[in-house]
């Protein structure tokens, strides 16, 4: 199966957009919030950095399960791919009831344990938000499942439509709830609620009328149209045998992939966490450089998460039809994809790293700081965050989701953030220590994920 130059731009594409939307509604609800006060503003951002790390386990947890369902797609066998959509919704709810008792009995608890320097005032402010937030969970996991689910079809367009409109309606919701009605902080969780709400039963309503197109024997495959200059081999498009499967072995095998996944970005995302404490004993001007090229990095990565997602439904696709020579040329394809669009984007953003450091209006040491950040980001980033962050999509989409796990686990605790400590404070580097360990980080990722698909390439049968 090996996808056409023009089916992987209409591929990209909506990914691309996606995530533009994720970055540019989160900077809206930053702008509404701020014009609430600053104690309001304090409680929002305490509850969202826990959501962040929720988010991340939620998302995590449906990709991994997501690769079974390629896994089908990619061997034509739909009634596989039903029995998969229904498991993966059924684990989930699962996975969500645990994570939102947890939340709840232990609420206060993680507020004074992960912010323990926060005034009393702030924390009670931030408790009714916390609840509201909390009970928007199912509906996060649900959008999330929904999203995982038409990716894992080849389909990102129906995902970037919903995306689309839940965000207008956060961002329209907000206004309303905070201008009009007064409602303060509980307005944004309250708009926040309706928004995903919305987002999960339209994800739910468009996959029953996905699969009762399928029904009717419609080949979704065919999408996946060659290029003459492509068709190196020839395309089976009939669908598979369709050996019945019981929902215990599918269980297991989604846990297999979804469990550690989620795992591995979940302590990811606490390894972060625990960077930003560093950075916090560093003073205004490494918080305030740090903030702004956070900002920044975000933009330049951005099409690397739309190539992470191609490159684990492709691949995925592709080793459910057995086609590991068709496998091949894709990851070339979305690899070079995702390095060109990096050179195209970051290049810039060096050049003019003055220029994008006015805009926060930041003078003296910290606007050198932050410009000094931003070019040994945009350098770094072009060449190693490909391999060390999207690539290791390929591994997982061929179910080595244990030695991806244990590779950005290490990497990060001993990296990442020993790494970071020694370079920060023994050897005084301050916060361009904490960028340069995470460039460190990401060249052992690559080296270790690389030599892994080479070593399971000679390893598989079928080369």
């Known amino acids: 199966m090996v996808a056409s130059n023009t089916y992987l731009a209409k591929f990209f594409l909506p990914l691309i957009v996606e995530q533009f939307l994720s970055i540019m509604t989160g900077i809206a609800d930053t702008f509404i919030a701020s014009s609430l006060g600053q104690d309001e503003v304090s409680s929002i951002s305490l509850v969202d950095q826990i959501f962040v790390l929720i988010n991340i386990l939620l998302l995590s947890f449906a990709n991994g399960s997501a690769i079974l369902l390629s896994h089908s797609f990619g061997a034509k066998d739909f009634l596989q791919c039903k ?34 320097s926060v005034t009393s005032e702030i924390k009670e402010l931030s408790k009714p938000y916390f609840l509201l937030m909390i009970a ?16 894992g079809l080849g389909d990102t367009k129906s995902s970037m439509w919903i995306a689309l409109i839940m965000n207008i309606l956060n961002i329209l919701g907000n206004f309303i709830f905070t201008k009009i009605f007064d409602f303060g902080i509980n307005g944004i969780a309250w708009s926040t609620f309706a928004s995903r709400f919305f987002a999960g039963l339209a994800g739910v309503i468009l996959i029953l009328i996905k699969f009762q197109k399928t029904s009717s024997n419609k080949n979704d495959n065919q999408i996946l149209a060659q290029n003459s200059a492509e068709q190196i081999r020839p395309q089976n498009l009939v669908p598979a045998k369709q050996i ?23 302590l990811y995302q606490l390894g972060k966490l625990l960077v930003i404490t560093f950075i916090a004993k560093m003073g205004r001007e490494a918080i305030a450089s740090n903030a702004a090229c956070n900002v920044i990095s975000l933009i330049g990565v ?94 997982r989409s061929l179910g080595d989701v244990k030695f991806t796990l244990a590779v950005s686990t290490v990497s990060m605790w001993a990296i990442r953030i020993g790494l970071c400590y020694i370079l920060s404070f023994s050897a005084s580097l301050g916060v361009l220590g904490v960028w340069i360990s995470m460039s460190i980080e990401w060249v052992v990722k690559s080296i270790a994920f690389v030599t892994r698909f080479f070593f399971l390439q000679k390893k598989s049968p079928t080369k």
């Open 244 to 266: 019945p499967v019981p929902a215990k072995q599918i269980d297991k095998q989604i846990i297999s992939l979804a469990l550690p996944t989620s795992i591995e970005n979940g």
């Open 302 to 395: 951005l099409t690397g998460f739309a190539g992470s997602t191609a490159l684990q439904t492709l691949t995925a696709m592709s080793y459910g039809e057995k086609d590991f020579f068709g496998m091949k040329i894709n990851i070339k394809k979305c690899m070079l994809f995702i390095y060109a669009s990096f050179a195209l984007i970051n290049i810039p953003i060096f050049i003019f790293a003055e220029q994008i450091t006015n805009l926060f209006h930041y003078e003296g040491e910290t606007a050198r700081l932050t410009i000094l950040l931003v070019r040994y980001h945009a350098t770094f980033c072009t060449f190693f965050w490909p391999t060390a962050s999207a690539f290791p999509s390929v591994l």
């Open 83 to 116: 029995k998969i959509t229904r498991r993966m919704g059924f684990l989930t709810s699962i996975y969500t009831i645990f994570l939102v008792a947890i939340l709840f009995v232990f609420r206060n608890f993680l507020l004074d344990f992960l912010f323990p």
């Open 136 to 151: 928007s969970i199912p509906f996060v996991a649900l959008f999330n499942c929904v999203s995982a689910i038409f990716k």
